[in-house]
């Protein structure tokens, strides 16, 4: 008895009809009755023949390794790959850590500016008052009608030094203001960086579920998957927490990137069949798997906290 015919008669056994088969494994109907009738060739490759036999007998009660160890001639051969991938997050902190670099160097022409400004007051403030008590000295040895003239030149300096105080505050409360703007653009720009993940359960065997925690992502929610070359391609299933199917085909670079809002989503779940091909990121920063991306199918849902 081929495979296919094998998964079939247990499938029937267990009373489970295509279309349940089809809501558990994810797995397009016509895949799963190319795959009774032996028509492997209809799958989209080679990997697929594979993966998709491992998730239907898993469905119906059988063991996967086993069934695909017993019919190894009949299955197409496939060789794992490598993929390298680009850390974003890096990237993210450098680009991040250049642009606070250039933001303070173009506040520090301002200061100068202003402290500049300040420095002019003070000696202005200090000259007029050093005129002004050399006046009065002056005045206590003139006639008293003369007094009235110095009085009122005295009153005029003491004017001008109230002006120049105020526009010293006026000069300090502006530079207290560009501070504090620069203080909130960068805490602003350090909440950016406090995205956390956390794997809460690594799954195991064959095709391992696991579950991530993602906390601090701010107040917008979005989540993007991109294909990792070109000539990359996956099986890819994306559900939101409340059961809405939000992306269920083959997934490569004519379909990437895709995006969606998940501010509103407690959760959102990938069923991934060839983790080399298929990235994750949360707000761009990326997600690594939490098994090795040589156990190319995994489930993985993702908790928002």
Do not use: C
């Amino acid at each position: 008895m081929d495979v296919g015919a094998k998964l079939k008669e247990a499938r029937l056994s267990s009373g489970i009809s295509l279309d349940s088969l089809q809501e558990t494994t994810k797995i397009q109907k016509r895949y799963l009755v190319a795959i009774e009738e032996g028509n492997l060739h209809i799958l989209p490759g080679k990997f697929y023949a594979r993966a998709f036999i491992k998730e239907y007998a898993t469905a119906v009660g059988l063991d996967p390794n086993e069934l695909l160890e017993e019919h190894r001639e009949e299955l197409p051969s496939t060789e794992e790959e490598n993929v390298q991938y680009t850390r974003i997050q890096r990237t993210r902190r450098e680009n991040n850590s250049n642009d606070k670099g250039s933001r303070i160097s173009s506040v520090i022409p301002s200061i100068i500016v202003v402290l500049l400004v300040i420095g002019i007051i003070i000696v202005a403030w200090l000259f007029i008052r050093a005129n002004s008590s050399s006046d009065a000295t002056d005045s206590s040895e003139e006639p008293q009608e003369n007094n009235v003239i110095i009085e009122e030149g005295t009153n005029d300096s003491e004017n001008n030094t109230n002006e120049s105080a105020g526009d010293e505050e006026e000069n300090n409360e502006e530079n207290d203001g560009t501070s504090e703007g620069s203080e909130d653009n960068e805490s602003e720009e350090d909440s950016s960086e406090d995205l956390s993940v956390e794997v809460i359960e690594e799954g195991t065997g064959s095709s391992p579920n696991s579950v991530i925690g993602v906390s601090n992502y701010g107040d917008e929610l979005t989540v993007s998957v991109d294909v990792t070359a070109d000539d990359m391609e996956s099986w890819l299933g994306v559900t939101s927490g409340n059961g809405e199917s939000l992306y269920n085909s083959i997934f490569n670079a004519e379909a990437a990137p895709q995006e969606w809002d998940a501010t509103d989503y407690e959760s959102i779940s990938f069923n991934v069949g060839n983790t080399p091909a298929v990235v994750i990121s949360i707000n761009g920063t990326e997600i690594e798997y939490p098994v090795d991306t040589s156990t190319a199918h995994q489930k993985i849902e993702i908790q928002f906290n």
